[in-house]
């Protein structure tokens, strides 16, 4: 990536494919907090077992530790501001930490990073980079700031099969939702003012869901005019943090009375399919009788989640 450990709002990314029909996955991962007492191990290291499958891809949301949550680094700035103590201590810890999270857990699979975006939990350095920045350059991905806009080009053999537009937000721009119902409704809405994008992902809430919204219609630009109908795709990530444990009984969740964290992460399935087309198939025919009974004629590839 030319933007690695660099704040980025726009990204290219292309994936090849063997064939048109194979399909590939999209994990993204948010809210793992590897350094909490709460933290499911055995189920983040699932998560990185199956994004090191073929033709699978991670975009991260966020919170990779806890490390500082952004009330506490507004006080913290306030205090540096004043000048009192140097800082180095502490940004070695977060050195020392960010760089045991990426050695442990994503050297791995960093050819299978699309970009690494910026969540609510995370410590500035006293040079104004981010851990989260920081991490990005260990593992020379791309940085997502909030939001990211990235535009995943998918070939193969060199040729183009379609371009998906993705949202990548934290997901933070409130303070949560006890409800479910309140949660997915606040991300359809999100989702609805950008109606151009295919995909969204958010963390943030520790719910994990996924559904699809309402089909958007469009018409091609050129071509054989018709109506084409885009899927898209809303995601929450989950978490793999545990907010009820006997290990973190002094946990935020327990003093705001939250619910219980909702483990795991979502595999965003994509595959193209062609679709027999009357229509094309009488074209053809009606150009070249020869060709009659050799076979029907595909329309437009089209895809499905």
């Given amino acids: 990536s030319e933007a690695q450990g660099v704040s980025t709002k726009l990204l290219d990314y292309q994936i090849a494919l063997p064939t048109p029909t194979t399909p590939f996955r999209i994990i993204p991962a948010g809210c793992i907090h590897a350094d909490t007492d709460g933290f499911h191990e055995g189920l983040w290291k699932e998560c990185l077992t199956d994004i090191a499958k073929p033709n699978t891809y991670m975009i991260g949301a966020g919170d990779y530790l806890d490390a500082v949550r952004t009330t506490a680094r507004v006080a913290l700035n306030e205090y540096r501001a004043k000048g009192q103590d140097k800082w180095e201590t502490q940004d070695a810890w977060a050195t020392r930490a960010y760089e045991d999270f990426y050695h442990k857990y994503l050297h791995g699979i960093r050819e299978k990073i699309i970009c690494l975006s910026q969540g609510n939990h995370l410590w500035e350095f006293s040079s104004g980079e981010t851990s989260d920045q920081y991490l990005c350059r260990l593992a020379g991905c791309a940085y997502g700031d909030k939001p990211t806009f990235i535009r995943l080009a998918v070939t193969c053999k060199g040729k183009h099969l379609r371009t998906f537009k993705i949202l990548v937000h934290h997901g933070d721009w409130s303070q949560g939702y006890a409800r479910m119902g309140t949660d997915v409704g606040a991300v359809e809405k999100k989702a609805e003012q950008f109606d151009a994008f295919d995909i969204f992902i958010f963390s943030h809430t520790h719910r994990r869901f996924a559904f699809p ?13 018709r109506l ?14 545990k907010s009820y444990d006997v290990k973190c009984l002094k946990h935020y969740a327990h003093r705001k009375l939250l619910p219980p964290t909702e483990l795991g992460y979502v595999a965003l399935t994509i595959q193209f399919y062609n679709e027999y087309d009357k229509v094309r198939y009488q074209r053809r025919i009606a150009s070249h009788p020869e060709q009659r009974g050799q076979g029907g004629a595909s329309g437009n590839l089209k895809y499905k989640y």
């Fill in 213 to 225: 919204m309402t089909p958007s219609l469009d018409l091609p630009i050129w071509g054989e005019l």
């Fill in 228 to 241: 084409v109908e885009r899927p898209r795709v809303v995601i929450r990530t989950g978490c793999f943090t």
